[in-house]
């Protein structure tokens, strides 16, 4: 059977849904603060589940040796695009995430934008992080940024809709499973009397739930935030970001 992620095309109906040009201009702005929060300047640098480069891009422009990995083609050709014409040189990979490992080879790693989870099993999502963490150096940085448990019991919506720049009406309903396990998310896009529905379903960690999985994954120091600004992991939180390092024993 094939999981939504492996689909391709999922990804080509919901890109122009996902990733309008602001959500671009939106991808600097949250490199400078991953950046800030895991206090690496330069090095070599994971951008895993790269989508069509959002964040490896503006990384690069950091001056960092970037390598972008993605299960998809057409968000790597995308990237690839994107990379081009900002003139930067990133070495794109195609490789599911559970099985890309470089040991010790990076200084930093980013995990953004609800990239992690995908995988019913909670030992896939153990084998990603194992990876990760073999491929930091000691001291090396992992950041990664989720819809986390509580901001979304917090705030809720079981249906919302919005119309987008193109006119397209999108209506998302979302549904929790299997005890607060998972969550499913039931996207409709209706534009000039057309319509069409994308269902995806993901992990929903806590944040206790996070931490323990980073530290079972190896990582020695594990810091929780609200979002990429830093703030506080508390009620007023909007997502779930962790910042893990690979301590030297």
């Known amino acids: ?120 099993s909670r030992d896939d999502d153990l084998t990603v992080l194992r990876g990760v963490h073999a491929s930091l150096r000691a001291g090396g940085v992992l950041v990664m940024d989720l819809m986390g448990k509580e901001p979304l019991a917090r705030h809720f919506e079981p249906t919302r809709s919005q119309v987008l720049d193109d006119g397209t009406l999108l209506v998302e309903r979302t549904q929790v499973l299997a005890d607060w396990a998972r969550v499913r998310a039931d996207w409709v896009a209706s534009r000039h009397g057309r319509a069409r529905t994308l269902t995806f379903t993901v992990t929903l960690y806590s944040g206790q739930e996070l931490r323990a999985l980073l530290r079972e994954a190896g990582f020695g120091e594990v810091r929780l935030h609200g979002s990429l600004d830093g703030r506080p992991y508390d009620l007023d939180a909007q997502r779930l970001v962790a910042v893990a390092r690979k301590t030297v024993d």
């Open 1 to 120: 059977m094939t999981e939504w992620f492996e689909d391709e095309s999922f990804w080509e109906s919901v890109y122009p849904l996902t990733f309008p040009p602001e959500r671009f201009t939106l991808g600097v702005e949250e490199v400078g603060q991953a950046l800030k929060l895991a206090q690496v300047s330069g090095g070599a640098a994971l951008d895993l589940c790269c989508g069509p480069g959002r964040h490896a891009v503006p990384l690069a422009g950091h001056g960092f040796r970037v390598t972008a990995v993605d299960r998809s083609p057409f968000l790597l050709a995308r990237a690839r695009e994107r990379a081009a014409a900002a003139g930067v040189q990133i070495e794109f990979v195609q490789e599911d995430m559970r099985r890309f490992v470089r040991a010790d080879a990076f200084d930093l790693a980013l995990n953004l934008f609800t990239s992690f989870g995908y995988f019913a």
